[in-house]
């Protein structure tokens, strides 16, 4: 019995935390392209604002939070290059760390002003000589790759040697991808912000130009590095305790197609909160609830399994039994895609 109760609580906190994300959105649901963007914006915008360097809580304060090391909490994780750092350190006359724009703020010439230039959405804490070496670098992949160092070892970024381009550690590619849309989104040129944009031409160093390179770049880097538990709880931290506000592309990851992949031109249809037509189709799967065989029949051209935010996990499903003992109990989504090009979706709960 108490098994049973601690299971329902569960799946309730996970029902709970859902509709609260979902309810966050919900203005924008049903758009798509300018006017999905443009709803996205007004959610987002006028958050809590912090300075850059101050008495009270700035932008140091929330980075020991938001990017803490979960082995040693007295630490941060370095973006870049991974290596945990004492945070109390801060720059430290140069022996410390310091915070990396991701948007270069170069890009926009923002600098670190309240609002873009302390947004804490992008920024991130940096090794001190990679962050210089990125200076306001191009995301791309190289062509001509040169290492970048950190304290004597590799640390999977690469600079190019001829371009103007940085790529970061493929552990961290969709991350920098998902914080560089939320600036696109968040600041459209209202006030005295700037009006970021996404584009596929290379800027110089000296452009200040508003515009972060390259879009195409990354979209796949987006794709092929899904969202973590880290971003998830750094988007929590911002939210509930600091902005106020959240990245969309950490919550829902195919917002990111639908402003500028695969899905321009289509609206935008959060799959929890919509009724899709595999529940009225019946023996497509059983038993759900399911205590951990899952059995499909028919004929699918793929099957996924997505959790209760939509991120896709490393498992694909296939007709007959699918054994999902190792998975935990909770809320889950099945993605069906036929040979017709339709997509549908149903919720099963592993108990």
């Not at 299971?7 to 906190?13: A, G, Q, R």
């Not at 945070?87 to 948007?103: I, K, L, M, T």
């Not at 990851?253 to 595999?278: D, F, V």
Request: charged share 20%; net charge negative; aromatic share 10%.
């Amino acid at each position: 019995m108490l098994r049973l109760s601690l299971l329902v609580l569960n799946v309730l906190i996970y029902v709970n935390v859902f509709g609260q994300i979902s309810g966050y959105y919900q203005t924008a649901f049903n758009s798509s392209d300018a006017i999905l963007k443009q709803k996205l914006h007004l959610i987002i915008r006028n958050h809590t604002t912090y300075s850059y360097t101050s008495s009270s809580t700035d932008v140091w304060d929330i980075l020991k939070q938001t990017d803490r090391d979960t082995v040693n909490p007295d630490n941060v994780i370095l973006i870049y290059s991974g290596r945990s750092v004492d945070a109390a350190q801060e720059y430290n006359g140069g022996q410390g760390w310091n915070r990396e724009h991701v948007w270069a703020k170069s890009r926009g010439d923002f600098g670190t002003s309240t609002g873009a230039g302390t947004d804490v959405h992008h920024l991130r804490p940096c090794d001190i000589s990679v962050n210089s070496t990125r200076n306001n670098r191009n995301f791309d992949d190289c062509i001509s790759c040169v290492n970048v160092v950190d304290d004597g070892y590799h640390t999977g970024s690469k600079r190019d040697a001829n371009l103007w381009t940085f790529e970061p550690p493929d552990e961290v590619k969709g991350d920098v991808a998902r914080m560089i849309f939320y600036m696109a989104v968040r600041y459209e040129g209202s006030g005295n912000e700037p009006d970021l944009e996404l584009t596929n031409t290379l800027l110089s160093k000296t452009s200040k130009d508003p515009l972060q390179a390259s879009l195409t770049t990354l979209l796949e880097w987006h794709r092929n590095d899904p969202v973590s538990d880290w971003e998830r709880n750094r988007n929590e931290v911002i939210y509930t305790k600091f902005q106020k506000n959240r990245n969309p592309f950490i919550d829902y990851p195919e917002l990111a197609e639908h402003l500028w992949g695969n899905q321009i031109g289509n609206n935008w249809n959060p799959m929890m909160t919509s009724t899709p037509e595999l529940e009225k189709e019946a023996n497509i799967f059983y038993p759900n609830p399911t205590n951990g065989n899952l059995y499909l029949k028919g004929e699918f051209q793929q099957v996924v399994l997505l959790d209760q935010y939509g991120y896709k996990l490393d498992i694909e499903l296939n007709s007959g039994s699918n054994n999902l003992t190792h998975l935990p109990p909770g809320l889950y989504l099945l993605k069906v895609s036929k040979f017709d090009g339709t997509i549908q979706y149903q919720k099963i709960l592993k108990i």
